[in-house]
């Protein structure tokens, strides 16, 4: 009877091995920690903040002329006949318009600063995506989780953060 228990256990193992052998090696990066890093990173939110602020002083002007013509309007009103009341009403709300639509053209969801950032970060995230496939390849990992982006996770020991190595193979260590 034990002889057959002891098969029947060795059998069990047997099959479940390959299960078990199988197990996904799961490592970590920060992404966040990744990008600080990278001075390529740091020159292209350095360029869009320079466009950003241009694009801004852009869209201020144009309100604040708006808004000077508001002023205007405001004080000059009850000497206006009803023609050039409707006239620069008109002409107020054409400025309010322009304001608005360079302010949507600019940074919008579809807009010039969205294309200008997904053409200066594009580059740098495809360079990471690649360091990563590469050592994952070398290491032979087969899952990697951003730990910036799991507000669930609580612990990850040291030994699982890849993010050092991604930044060497990246050059930036």
Same mark, same amino acid.
């Given at each position: 009877m034990k002889r057959h228990f002891y098969i029947l256990?060795?059998?069990?193992?047997?099959?479940?091995?390959?299960m078990i052998a199988q197990a996904q090696k799961v490592v970590y990066l920060d992404m966040q920690y990744i990008l600080r890093n990278l001075p390529q990173y740091e020159t292209a939110n350095e360029q869009l903040s320079m466009i950003s602020k241009r694009w801004q002083k852009e869209v201020d002007a144009l309100t604040a002329e708006a808004e000077l013509l508001e002023t205007n309007y405001q004080t000059e009103q009850i000497f206006l006949s009803p023609e050039l009341k409707r006239k620069r009403e008109e002409e107020i709300l054409q400025k309010q318009n322009e304001?608005?639509?360079?302010k949507r053209k600019y940074? #919008?969801?579809? #807009?010039?600063?969205?294309k200008k950032r997904e053409a200066l970060l594009k580059p740098i995230q495809d360079e990471i995506y690649q360091a990563v496939q590469d050592i994952c390849g070398e290491k032979k990992y087969d899952v990697v989780k951003d730990r910036s982006a799991d507000p669930s996770l609580i612990y990850m020991s040291s030994k699982l953060d890849i993010s050092d190595l991604v930044l060497e193979k990246l050059g930036a260590k």
């Open positions: 256990c060795a059998l069990v193992c047997a099959l479940a091995w390959p304001a608005l639509e360079l940074f #919008g969801k579809d #807009g010039e600063l969205f």
